[in-house]
């Protein structure tokens, strides 16, 4: 009678033990297969998502589509609204145009699972409140105007930037080992 390695149990771990799979490696993960040990474990890379990450995202990629379209189909109705004053309609373009590519990379941050896209997707529109708070700052400044909307358009832009640092921070932690 011919003896079956497969089915044999003190075999298939003697061969697996050779293999070096079935193990515990440092992490305390078992790899089932070489490959698996190879390529490691996708679980690792897995992003333990804040509470509401993913609604921000949605909703700051239909605020800057909305915002960068009405931009270019009415920029002069545009910029009067926020700062009460005319200007010249090819710069408000250039504002719309700039903020449709942001809201491509938001709608891109979306829909993917993988943690660094999504926080470089974060620094992003961090960097934009960022940089448009002070560049609005600053002109009203200048100006001498402080108009209403424009006020609450430094609201909005300042508790955006804290919203998306707060979640461009927590992705930023290392997760605790369990």
Not at 103 to 120: C, D
Not at 136 to 157: D, F, K, P, Y
Request: proline content about 2%; charged content about 20%.
């Amino acid at each position: 009678m011919k003896k079956h390695s497969q089915t044999d149990l003190v075999s298939r771990l003697k061969s697996r033990k050779v293999l070096g799979v079935g193990g515990e490696d440092d992490d305390g993960e078992v790899h089932r297969s070489k490959i698996s040990q190879m390529l490691g474990n996708e679980i690792k890379f897995a992003v333990r998502e804040p509470i509401g990450l993913r609604l921000w995202l949605l909703v700051s990629a239909v605020l800057f589509t909305s915002t960068s379209l009405m931009a270019l189909a009415f920029p002069n109705q545009f910029y009067e609204i926020i700062f009460e004053l005319t200007t010249t309609r090819v710069s408000i373009r250039l504002y719309g145009g700039a903020l449709l590519c942001i809201s491509l990379i938001l709608w891109n941050g979306l829909y993917t699972a993988e943690k660094v896209i999504i926080q470089w997707t974060l620094l992003t529109e961090a960097c934009y409140f960022g940089v448009q708070f002070l560049v609005t700052s600053i002109t009203l400044l200048e100006m001498g105007i402080l108009s209403n909307s424009a006020v609450v358009l430094l609201l909005i832009e300042a508790s955006f930037l804290f919203i998306t640092l707060s979640y461009y921070h927590y992705l930023g932690r290392r997760p605790k080992k369990i």
